[in-house]
């Protein structure tokens, strides 16, 4: 029935139940959706420059932010960039979209190499002390910008693992120590937190370690810390936590499809209440270059990406010419997230990033491009690169003049914003590209 129903349209479905005879009896229940449109291979805008000139171009406007200037001139972040507010996720980023740029751009190579040693000193400065419960972790929240007022103190356990594996980078390309060892002291305040069940709580208190809720972290980033631990120390500690955290993957998300949005700027919520694709495609791609060759994982891989696809990628516009349609209900006045509902200026093909901000973001889109890129180089499936590009192509479609990539896909004004980090995983999607044949 679902096939036979037009697509790009409000569809009501009516569940009826029947007796023996055939004749209605009760109504089991009712729901309106948005039938979306499916991939058209072909029927999207192209790129107006190449993939390789737009990563270039984005790369050069994050080095003539003022952040970039503050950092290389003053040794910290620009306090007037509201997002620094996350300093885990934001200098941590800026580490590895430095180093990146320092190849790109061989003649700002020094100075390039300078603002990620300045970020990665500013995180060592403000990490928590040796003996603390947290020790030797970059805080996720400082300041009272956004939601780092709400949360302060807490810590989620997603980003000291990022911030590691920035760490690492550095250390094999300045030759300084420091930075490994810092990684490693963080990897050994994650062993000694992990959970008999391979995993960790998303927040900790950092005042005495304790939960701050019985959410559990999604362990993808510290299973990938680990193994290049091990890779670099041999100490099997770091191979038993990892197959500890991967074996948490395979009974839990993996087997729950409870894919949750993590996010420092969201609360965690009850399992299936606010999903993302972010976890489930991290997954498909860890499981390929794991277990490559592989008929069972691709399978699962290839399973994990129509997930994605089906919930939150945008092939086009999900409303009616005037833009209604897609959601029942009022925005929410005077608050940013009345701009979910703004679905005539989004710009698609694009991808929503979970459930609580449907509105399609670079850096979905990024993940879903790295996503099916990884599945083409698996299978050879000539649609998977056409979806990566038809994604990649609005990536360039909306990059403006100076090279920025606005974080928030929404065609107007009072939308133009980024994330440095997003912007840094855009950059990487679009480098992928440059290079897929």
């Given at each position: 029935m679902w096939g036979k129903i037009p697509a790009r349209g409000l569809v009501t479905v009516i569940c009826d139940g029947l007796d023996a005879k055939g004749n209605v009896c009760g109504r089991a229940g009712m729901r309106r959706f948005w039938k979306s449109a499916p991939f058209t291979p072909g029927g999207y805008k192209p790129a107006p420059r190449s993939y390789a000139e737009a990563a270039a171009k984005a790369c050069d406007f994050i080095w003539s932010l003022p952040n970039t200037r503050h950092l290389l001139e003053k040794g910290e972040p620009d306090p007037s960039y509201s997002l620094n507010c996350y300093p885990a996720k934001m200098s941590g980023s800026v580490i590895g979209i430095m180093l990146d740029y320092a190849k790109r751009r061989p003649e700002r190579a020094k100075a390039a190499l300078a603002v990620a040693c300045a970020a990665a000193d500013f995180l060592l400065r403000i990490s928590q002390p040796a003996d603390?419960?947290?020790?030797?972790?970059?805080?996720?929240?400082?300041?009272?910008a956004n939601t780092a007022k709400q949360y302060a103190g807490q810590q989620m356990l997603l980003y000291p693992a990022r911030v590691a594996e920035n760490y690492l980078k550095l250390a094999d390309v300045t030759g300084d120590k420091k930075y490994a060892v810092a990684?490693?002291?963080?990897?050994?305040?994650?062993?000694?937190?992990?959970?008999?069940?391979?995993?960790?709580?998303?927040?900790?208190?950092?005042?005495?370690?304790?939960?701050?809720?019985?959410?559990?972290?999604?362990?993808?980033?510290?299973?990938?810390?680990?193994?290049?631990?091990?890779?670099?120390?041999?100490?099997?500690?770091?191979?038993a936590a990892a197959d500890r955290a991967f074996a948490y993957i395979e009974k839990g998300p993996l087997t729950t499809w409870n894919w949750e949005c993590q996010f420092e700027d969201v609360q965690p919520h009850p399992p299936y209440k606010a999903l993302t694709k972010h976890q489930a495609c991290s997954t498909a791609m860890f499981l390929l270059a794991r277990f490559s060759g592989d008929k069972r994982r691709l399978a699962q891989a290839r399973e994990l990406l129509r997930f994605?696809?089906?919930?939150f990628v945008y092939w086009e516009k999900p409303c009616r010419a005037d833009g209604t349609g897609y959601r029942a209900g009022t925005p929410w006045p005077g608050n940013i997230c009345d701009w979910n509902w703004d679905y005539l200026h989004w710009a698609t093909p694009g991808v929503g990033e979970q459930y609580g901000w449907e509105m399609p973001i670079d850096a979905s889109n990024s993940k879903l491009i790295r996503t099916y890129l990884a599945l083409y180089k698996a299978e050879g499936n000539p649609l998977d690169l056409a979806k990566a590009r038809a994604l990649g192509d609005t990536l360039v479609n909306v990059q403006k003049a100076d090279g920025s990539i606005r974080t928030q896909m929404l065609m107007r004004p009072d939308a133009d914003n980024f994330w440095i980090n997003c912007m840094g995983a855009s950059i990487r999607a679009l480098d992928l590209l440059a290079e897929a044949r």
């Amino acid at each position: 029935m679902w096939g036979k129903i037009p697509a790009r349209g409000l569809v009501t479905v009516i569940c009826d139940g029947l007796d023996a005879k055939g004749n209605v009896c009760g109504r089991a229940g009712m729901r309106r959706f948005w039938k979306s449109a499916p991939f058209t291979p072909g029927g999207y805008k192209p790129a107006p420059r190449s993939y390789a000139e737009a990563a270039a171009k984005a790369c050069d406007f994050i080095w003539s932010l003022p952040n970039t200037r503050h950092l290389l001139e003053k040794g910290e972040p620009d306090p007037s960039y509201s997002l620094n507010c996350y300093p885990a996720k934001m200098s941590g980023s800026v580490i590895g979209i430095m180093l990146d740029y320092a190849k790109r751009r061989p003649e700002r190579a020094k100075a390039a190499l300078a603002v990620a040693c300045a970020a990665a000193d500013f995180l060592l400065r403000i990490s928590q002390p040796a003996d603390a419960p947290l020790a030797h972790f970059p805080p996720t929240y400082r300041g009272e910008a956004n939601t780092a007022k709400q949360y302060a103190g807490q810590q989620m356990l997603l980003y000291p693992a990022r911030v590691a594996e920035n760490y690492l980078k550095l250390a094999d390309v300045t030759g300084d120590k420091k930075y490994a060892v810092a990684a490693e002291n963080i990897g050994r305040t994650y062993l000694k937190l992990q959970g008999a069940d391979g995993t960790w709580y998303l927040k900790l208190w950092e005042k005495d370690g304790k939960p701050v809720l019985p959410n559990r972290v999604f362990p993808l980033e510290p299973l990938e810390l680990f193994e290049k631990l091990y890779a670099r120390t041999k100490d099997p500690a770091w191979r038993a936590a990892a197959d500890r955290a991967f074996a948490y993957i395979e009974k839990g998300p993996l087997t729950t499809w409870n894919w949750e949005c993590q996010f420092e700027d969201v609360q965690p919520h009850p399992p299936y209440k606010a999903l993302t694709k972010h976890q489930a495609c991290s997954t498909a791609m860890f499981l390929l270059a794991r277990f490559s060759g592989d008929k069972r994982r691709l399978a699962q891989a290839r399973e994990l990406l129509r997930f994605a696809e089906d919930q939150f990628v945008y092939w086009e516009k999900p409303c009616r010419a005037d833009g209604t349609g897609y959601r029942a209900g009022t925005p929410w006045p005077g608050n940013i997230c009345d701009w979910n509902w703004d679905y005539l200026h989004w710009a698609t093909p694009g991808v929503g990033e979970q459930y609580g901000w449907e509105m399609p973001i670079d850096a979905s889109n990024s993940k879903l491009i790295r996503t099916y890129l990884a599945l083409y180089k698996a299978e050879g499936n000539p649609l998977d690169l056409a979806k990566a590009r038809a994604l990649g192509d609005t990536l360039v479609n909306v990059q403006k003049a100076d090279g920025s990539i606005r974080t928030q896909m929404l065609m107007r004004p009072d939308a133009d914003n980024f994330w440095i980090n997003c912007m840094g995983a855009s950059i990487r999607a679009l480098d992928l590209l440059a290079e897929a044949r």
